[in-house]
């Protein structure tokens, strides 16, 4: 394949080497990226109260299913990358295996739920900001502002200087280990009150109807814990050797964040009474009760300040991640030019700035609950959809001879198509279990159209995108032959 780097784009008009970026990340800095977008205090923040809620316990079982099946999904993503370590990642890899059309697609979904997850960091990382500069909880406007307050901080981070994006990714980790590794520990060495065996006790004694409906509810949440360890391989041009680099930085920041995850949930459950655990779920931070109930009330305001910590790294993380994407497509005439313009030191402001605009028109939304609850429905549910759509491209590529996984540097042999069938199957039912509607998942009183978020914006945004897609091919069936020209869909 050619050189993503050095073509010309007739789309934009833009030269390639005019839009390059600077190879500046080691597999650390990649790994650290992978990790702090994956983040296991934001993971467990996200999963922990509302698994105890909906399944009553007993939800470990899915957390250990869901972690092993994204690992399938993960080595496809590495086969991929090692043999295509460009900008932009799944979205590039849809657009040259199958196809303009297939990449428009895929951009369009990429991005979007992207900046629903960035949109959805910031909206609870801004409350975790407040809460530690001014105290108490912030509600509505209030809470728009402080998360407008998280996005410049992380926009800051990232236009200022790559050593700068590394240094507080350094801290966020860091935060990570004192927060998440330390305090589990100490809980599950000096606290437990149980044995492990309670850890798949109560599964069905939640609000979910059934230990059937339980457990796929279970599977679905604990999807949530498990996403963006895509996003080492949307910087793949910014690594040294990608090849090989990129691979086990995807690998390296899914397992640990997996593990971290599953020992915190772990420690967590079995210091408390299962009636303490119930009760501190139902509140709106169900982990900093179950701290203080054991460590001691001194404890609170170090913890909150390592969980602001970690959400400000996956924040500033996720801006990155965004950003190369929404870059990748601007390069490629699929997003305005301007977008893949780079500074003198190759960075992609003009794509920061985009990416963090667009995600603070998303919190506008966060003026009504039942909007912002939609936009973090959708952050997930579309990931697996894109998931879906890479896992089923790898696979339609395989079978077809237009992708040879041997030619690349991480490579499994026959194991290969087995993998990714799994992965794919996988990747498919989880986002129908994430977009299933459940009222027991919901907010109390959700509207209809809440419980239906995933599949009502996914089908707008590929009805939007299919309209744009029909137009563009009508105006060039238009144009005399030899006519001037090729849009974002010539590839």
Not at 99 to 108: E, I, K, S, W
Not at 182 to 199: D, G, K, M, T
Not at 321 to 345: C, D, H, K, Q
Not at 445 to 459: C, D, I, K, N
């Amino acid at each position: 394949m050619a050189d993503p780097q050095v073509q010309d784009n007739p789309a934009s008009g833009v030269a390639m080497e005019a839009c390059t970026l600077k190879r500046s990340m080691s597999v650390w800095n990649c790994f650290t990226l992978g990790f702090s977008v994956v983040s296991p205090v934001v993971g467990l923040y996200a999963i922990f109260g509302v698994q105890n809620l909906v399944t009553g316990g007993g939800w470990i079982a899915a957390l250990i299913l869901s972690l092993f099946m994204q690992l399938m999904v993960a080595t496809v993503y590495a086969e991929l990358s090692s043999q295509f370590p460009i900008a932009g990642g799944a979205y590039k890899w849809s657009r040259h295996l199958v196809g303009p059309r297939a990449g428009q697609y895929a951009g369009v979904i990429y991005v979007s739920s992207t900046i629903a997850m960035l949109t959805t960091t910031a909206y609870t990382g801004g409350m975790w900001l407040s809460a530690v500069i001014v105290g108490g909880d912030v509600q509505g406007s209030t809470a728009v502002m402080w998360g407008a307050v998280f996005l410049l901080i992380c926009t800051t981070v990232n236009v200022v200087n790559q050593r700068v994006f590394k240094v507080i990714n350094m801290l966020g980790v860091s935060a990570e280990v004192l927060g998440s590794i330390c305090v589990a520990l100490v809980l599950f060495l000096f606290f437990r009150i149980h044995p492990v065996s309670e850890l798949f006790q109560h599964l069905g004694t939640g609000l979910a109807p059934t230990s059937l409906a339980a457990f796929l509810a279970a599977l679905a949440i604990a999807g949530w814990a498990f996403i963006g360890f895509d996003s080492c391989s949307t910087i793949a041009e910014e690594a040294h050797n990608p090849e090989r680099m990129i691979p086990r930085a995807i690998f390296l920041s899914l397992l640990a964040v997996g593990s971290v995850v599953l020992f915190n949930s772990s420690a967590l459950t079995l210091s408390v009474s299962h009636e303490t655990l119930v009760e501190a779920s139902a509140t709106s931070d169900p982990i900093s009760p179950i701290i203080t109930s054991t460590l001691g009330a001194w404890a609170a305001k170090p913890f909150l300040v390592i969980v602001m910590t970690a959400f400000l790294s996956c924040g500033s993380s996720v801006v990155n991640y965004v950003s190369r994407i929404v870059f990748s497509m601007a390069r490629e005439g699929n997003l305005p030019a301007f977008f893949s313009r780079t500074t003198r030191t190759q960075l992609p402001r003009n794509a920061i700035a985009g990416t963090v605009f667009m995600s603070g028109l998303g919190l506008l939304f966060g003026l009504n609950d039942g909007a912002v609850a939609t936009i973090i429905a959708f952050g997930t549910g579309g990931l697996y959809a894109m998931f879906s759509m890479t896992t089923g491209v790898g696979l339609y590529a395989r079978l077809t001879g237009r992708w040879n996984p041997e030619l690349g540097a991480f490579r499994l042999g026959k194991l290969g198509l087995v993998v990714n069938t799994v992965a794919f199957a996988w990747a498919l039912f989880e986002l129908v279990n994430i977009g299933w509607p459940r009222d027991y998942v919901a907010a109390p009183g959700a509207a209809w159209w809440q419980l239906w978020a995933v599949p009502l914006v996914l089908g707008t945004i590929l009805t939007l995108t299919t309209l744009h897609v029909q137009i563009g091919h009508r105006r060039r069936m238009k144009q005399p032959p030899g006519g001037a020209a090729t849009d974002g869909l010539q590839g």
